[in-house]
């Protein structure tokens, strides 16, 4: 690949950035950054200008109003990380704090306070067996007997602790002086791991989970893959992801494109023994290599490219630290490079095994708290890049030792911001083999290798959360390059487009500089379906709401070439294991700028799937689905609610039992009418009979169980009305019973003895009588 | 109370902004304009310490929909500008820039000259180090539209010389062009950039004025002062000013070879290979063989026909004439555990075979002689070549299996 004859103008400076940043909303709009000379104009004599940024690029369009699923939920159901509101500390005192201008604070007592009531045995264990003899909890006194002085009354404790729990979040609260006089005398012995110690791995763990809230990286590159359609073959490409409960089952799922992507058959399938992080793939060969990292685990699958063979698992290898890197070498067959959150850096070869190429806990350029660390393949199969969140090198796996050079620094040299990070650098051999993609939280840049830490491009993404994941879509020589963004929290996807050009005869058939071409664009996210689903009761809509809003996990895309319809389907992931995707069509050629066209674009109703958005079949199947995997889960998230099954007895909440008698007359009546073919006028019984009387267990007059009960109760000797209920009850039902019998026989009349056994079932009930007359 | 009203101002404001990035992110323009006359008021009340204002932000905006609004038309835009531009003293420059991008692009090079030089001309109090950058840049680019008036000026005067008779009224302002430009095009290339274009101009400049020390000074220090980025341009511009100065062999190889240093996969590595083959020098005939090799080491170079021409002559000339095999040998030392399966699997024998046959005939004489005739790549070409029929693939099974004693020697 040719160098462009000129690059853009750029000022070149050395040092830490000195630009004061921030997030900017909008600071990627409204800029052409430079100009330069060329373009196919310059024949009249003129020269004529092209801009860096602005130039006209390819029209995508979105298909539909919505992403739609394309596969169903997984079995098992998703369970939310940990929210906010979960882990920070919340009361009227701490508004009160936080309004001036201090962090969050995390709720260490509440989270102690769990674990020792979850886990009591490992809290309390051997302590707790040694002396509950020596406890006692009961309300009354204490008799003096042998055991009295040993024994100690802790009610008054419970309840002060109780009553403690009451007032939490209470500005006047103070610790009553029993519970510190207590607490002080058995702080040191009465736990079974020390106290300190606890408090300690806890706070740790609170920090941890609270940082990843804020910005979780083991997300960094997306746990989705998608292998494109072998060559010459039907378009069946295949779709890696993760899935389950703990996503840590992988799935490889053929997809057949169409109008809309759609499952064929059911996935290859393995179980890993950690949550799938990252799936990375490459095709070398004809054959496509699958890289999967969970923390501790990588492993590497081959997909061959002859079609329906099944994926094979190739090698695993285990970390000792937790991988933060795994991506697939698109120029060696079985090529990997992993790195550790120690800074360590691995060449990974199926064949010959690990290579360590560096290993350097540090930053690179500057000192950065963070432990994360990635790396890619370069133009050069033996040159790997590595990165840190301050900047990217590439090393010589011959010689890392010696051969490396810096590719690029956030500071000056590349026009940085101060407190720019880098998120996510990414090789994008397939469009251009020495050009490299960086993201960081307010920019993309796009690098050459050959001109190192000089960005060739340079945009402000103006995303609200840092691009994790990014796609490349190649286009054909002298079309643009598209690039996908995809941020985790906020579920972002983010279209732009780029063109290295030829520029044709006019200049010498020279390669251009690397241009930015048309406007970004937003496309749709998982969680704006959620308005385009059928009506749902409350609760539903707020589970399906919190499992629609789940972090994105993943992003692919893929071109499709359909004669001159050109069409981009494009893949997302999110943590609770749905695969969402959408279409988006290209419109060729440029209308004439029509007032209404711009606005008319966002529409919906352009393909058939939104005619009635509520009922398109894959949003019904996927709503189905969901709700029989997680028929349960309605216990976990609810405020736990009393079952009346223990409150009362079957027997009390029974109806009455059977089709009443007026029941079965109008049945009879009905069947007997349309055996003869008539009509019924009116609605009325053959005899005239007074409604029969509610059927009752007790003796008539005397109240129901449940009044007595509860009277009973109110007044105290709950006790004694049992007793007798015991003792009354089995002489007096079988009278009843007898009472019963005589009663259903005589309204019945001719019956067959059989439905004079009615079961309390009614179905039951009708098929006897079914047979009876039938 | 006041900070409460501010508080809530800025939340309306933020969530106006919000709607006017989703409009654009959309491209919906007209929207996105509807939103932006709201947000306008934001001017008025403007507390903001964020290092984007509200004047930034509607210059950005209103200019990203002035370009994509269907209505829009370039008096618009110009009107829009003007206004922008007595918006904010800090970014008077910067806004003067794009404005002068966009009539650039749009071909109204004139209107973007004399904007150029209303902005040359201003002067508010003492300047920021980013407003001396763009105050540099707005000097360049009018030494930029300079020169091409220059140039103009010079095809006219070259056109009527060739008739016989010259206009000196021409010749005079072509040569006020020339200083114009030389003077802002000069400053800018002192400061350390990317400034291709410049350069190029600059020492277009100089040469035709006959000042090649000059021209050959401002190359060197574009190409090798260490404050500049390593931009092969630099060097690719220095190789053809000796070019065309027919400077020796000797200095143009120099040059080359250090272009080889810093970017070993450049298009102009197969100039410099046959360059150094045809040399009689061992040393320069090693170095052809060490740059060629190089080059192949990319991913960018793997199906380019003329490089494994460039390797397949060098390799055969070595082979046949028996001396320096041991060249080969050290080349394909660091090579042997990945060149196999990077340029000559199976794989790739057949899609050669299939898209390129000569490609696939050079790489199956390489292959044929590094890797011996078992190897697949040279088994499979070499087999459909005879195949077909073909008297060169003949001929090159011929060759590699008479000279197959080479690569047990290269490969021991």
């Known amino acids: 690949m040719e160098f462009p004859a000129a690059l853009f103008p ?201 940082s990843d809230l804020l910005f979780d990286d083991s997300l960094t590159g997306g746990a989705l893959a998608w292998l494109p359609p072998k060559d010459g073959g039907t378009p069946v490409g295949c779709l890696v992801h993760p899935g389950g409960q703990a996503m840590n089952h992988l799935y490889f799922q053929d997809v057949v494109l169409e109008e809309l992507p759609r499952a064929q058959g059911s996935p290859a399938q393995f179980e890993l023994s950690g949550r799938i992080r990252q799936v990375a793939a490459a095709r070398v060969d004809g054959q496509d290599f699958v890289g999967v990292r969970s923390d501790y685990h990588c492993g590497v699958w081959r997909v061959p490219g002859r079609k329906g063979a099944a994926p094979a698992p190739l090698q695993v290898i285990r970390t000792d630290v937790p991988a933060s890197c795994l991506t697939v070498s698109p120029h060696l067959p079985g090529e990997l490079s992993v790195c550790t959150q120690s800074g360590t850096i691995y060449l990974w070869s199926v064949e010959t095994g690990l290579q360590q190429l560096r290993h350097d806990p540090q930053t690179m350029f500057f000192r950065d708290h963070s432990p994360w660390h990635w790396s890619d393949f370069t133009a050069h199969p033996r040159v790997l890049s590595c990165a840190d969140r301050t900047g990217l090198q590439c090393l010589d796996a011959r010689a890392p030792k010696r051969c490396h050079f810096d590719l690029f ?29 960086v993201t960081t939280q307010f920019s993309v840049y796009v690098l050459d290798e050959r001109l190192p830490l000089v960005p060739v491009l340079k945009w402000a993404h103006m995303m609200k959360a840092p691009p994790l994941f990014a796609h490349l879509m190649s286009g054909h020589p002298g079309r643009s390059h598209k690039v996908l963004l995809g941020a985790s929290r906020t579920q972002e996807l983010l279209l732009f487009q780029y063109r290295v050009s030829f520029w044709g005869v006019s200049s010498g058939g020279s390669q251009s500089a690397c241009q930015l071409a048309g406007t970004p664009q937003k496309l749709h996210s998982i969680a704006g379906c959620l308005q385009h689903l059928p009506t749902q009761l409350p609760h539903h809509h707020h589970l399906l709401q919190q499992r629609l809003k789940a972090p994105a996990a993943g992003l692919a ?73 997680c028929r349960e889960l309605p216990q976990y998230t609810w405020a736990p609610s009393l079952s009346q099954r223990r409150l009362f007895t079957r027997k009390d909440l029974e109806g009455p039992a059977g089709p009443s008698s007026l029941q079965r007359q ?80 005589r309204a019945q009349g001719r019956r067959s003895l059989s439905a004079s056994f009615t079961s309390s079932l009614t179905y039951q009930s009708e098929l006897s009588e079914l047979s009876d007359t039938g | 109370s006041s900070h409460e009203h501010k508080l809530n101002f800025k939340r309306s404001k933020e969530a106006c902004l919000s709607y006017i990035q989703d409009a654009l992110l959309q491209k919906q323009w007209k929207r996105a304009a509807e939103f932006l006359t709201c947000y306008v008021e934001s001017l008025e009340k403007d507390y903001s310490r964020e290092h984007i204002g509200p004047s930034e932000m509607i210059w950005r905006i209103g200019t990203e929909i002035l370009w994509h609004h269907s209505q829009s038309s370039m008096k618009e835009f110009n009107c829009f500008m003007e206004q922008m531009k007595t918006l904010g003293v800090k970014r008077y420059l910067k806004v003067c820039l794009e404005h002068v991008f966009h009539l650039l692009c749009n071909g109204q090079i004139d209107e ?182 190089a080059a192949l080491d990319y991913a960018g170079w793997k199906e380019n026909a003329k490089a494994w021409s460039c390797l397949a002559r060098q390799v055969k000339q070595i082979v046949i004439s028996d001396k320096h095999l041991n060249w080969i040998k050290q080349e394909w030392n660091s090579r042997k555990d990945w060149w196999p ?72």
Request: aromatic share 10%.
């Open chain 2, 112 to 293: 973007a000259y004399q904007n150029l030089s209303l902005a040359e001309s201003w002067r508010f109090g003492e300047q920021t180090a980013i407003q001396d950058k763009e105050m540099k840049l707005i000097q360049a680019y009018r030494g930029l539209l300079d020169y091409y008036s220059w140039s103009k000026q010079k095809n006219i005067l070259l056109e009527n010389g060739e008739d016989g008779f010259s206009d000196l009224a021409v010749e005079q302002e072509m040569h006020s062009y020339f200083r114009k430009a030389a003077v802002n095009l000069k400053e800018i290339i002192k400061i350390p950039g990317v400034w291709d274009v410049f350069v190029k101009c600059y020492v277009d400049l100089l040469e035709f004025y006959g000042d090649h020390n000059e021209a050959h000074q401002v190359l060197n220090e574009y190409a090798y002062n260490s404050k500049f980025p390593a931009n092969p341009n630099a060097h690719v511009y220095l190789c053809q000013f000796l070019k065309r100065q027919g400077e020796s062999k000797k200095s143009l190889i120099s040059a080359l070879k250090i272009l080889h240093d810093i970017v070993p996969s450049h298009e102009l590595m197969i100039d410099f290979n046959t360059m150094l083959q045809k040399s009689k020098k061992r040393k320069k005939r090693r170095l052809g063989l060490e740059v060629i090799f």
């Open chain 1, 10 to 210: 750029s000022y070149f400076g050395a040092g830490p950035p000195r630009e004061e940043g921030g997030p900017a909303l909008v600071a990627g709009w409204g800029e052409h950054g430079q100009v330069l000379e060329g373009g196919p104009g310059c024949l009249q004599g003129q020269p004529a200008f092209v801009p860096r940024r602005g130039a006209t690029g390819e029209r995508w369009e979105a298909a539909d109003a919505a992403a739609v699923p394309v596969l169903l939920p997984s079995v098992g159901c998703w369970i939310p990380s940990p929210a906010p509101q979960d882990i920070l500390y919340r009361s009227g005192l701490c508004k009160k704090l936080r309004a001036g201008k201090s962090g969050a604070t995390l709720d260490f007592a509440k989270q102690l306070g769990h674990f020792f009531v979850d886990h009591p045995e490992d809290a309390f264990g051997s302590l707790g067996r040694l002396l509950h003899k020596n406890f006692y909890l009961g309300n009354s006194k204490l008799k003096v007997t042998s055991s009295r002085n040993s024994t100690i009354r802790m009610t008054a404790l419970v309840e002060d602790i109780n009553r403690l729990e009451a007032r939490r979040g209470c500005p006047r609260q103070h610790l009553a002086s029993r519970l510190r006089w207590f607490s002080h005398l058995c702080r040191d012995w009465l736990f079974e791991v020390p106290l300190g110690l606890l408090a300690d791995f806890l706070h740790e763990e609170l920090i941890q989970q609270w």
């Open chain 1, 666 to 745: 109008v049945r009879q009546q009905l069947r007997q009418t349309m055996q003869e073919g008539g009509r019924i006028q009116r609605w009325e019984p053959l005899a005239l009979q007074p409604p029969p009387q509610p059927q009752t267990l007790e003796p008539a007059g005397a109240p129901d169980p449940l009044s007595t009960r509860l009277t009973a109760a109110w007044a105290g000797d709950w006790e004694q009305w049992w007793e007798e209920r015991t003792s009354f009850s089995v002489a007096q039902r079988q009278r009843a019973l007898r009472e019963r019998r005589r009663r259903q026989k």
């Open chain 2, 341 to 412: 399966a990077f340029h000559f699997s199976r794989y790739l024998a057949k899609r050669n075979w299939q898209e390129n046959k000569s490609l696939s005939y050079e790489k199956a004489l390489v292959a044929g002689i590094l890797l011996g005739k078992d190897c697949k790549y040279f088994k499979y070409v070499s087999h459909q070549g005879c195949k077909a029929q073909l008297k060169r693939f003949r001929m090159l099974k011929k060759f590699v299996n008479r000279h197959n004693p080479a690569y047990l020697r290269i490969s021991g």
């Open chain 1, 409 to 437: 620094k956030v500071g000056e040299e590349a026009g940085c911001q101060q407190g720019e990070r880098v998120v996510l650098p990414m090789y994008l051999g397939r469009a251009h083999p020495s050009q490299y993609l």
């Open chain 1, 557 to 629: 895309a893929t071109l499709q070439e359909d004669g001159p319809h050109k069409s981009m389907v494009i893949f997302q992931l999110s943590e609770a294991g749905d695969v969402f995707c959408q279409r988006l069509t290209h419109k060729a050629a440029q209308p004439p700028a029509a007032p209404s066209r711009d606005e008319a674009t966002t529409a919906p109703g352009s393909s058939p799937l939104f005619e009635a958005p509520a009922s398109s079949p894959q949003y019904r199947c996927w709503l189905r689905a969901l709700s029989r995997v």
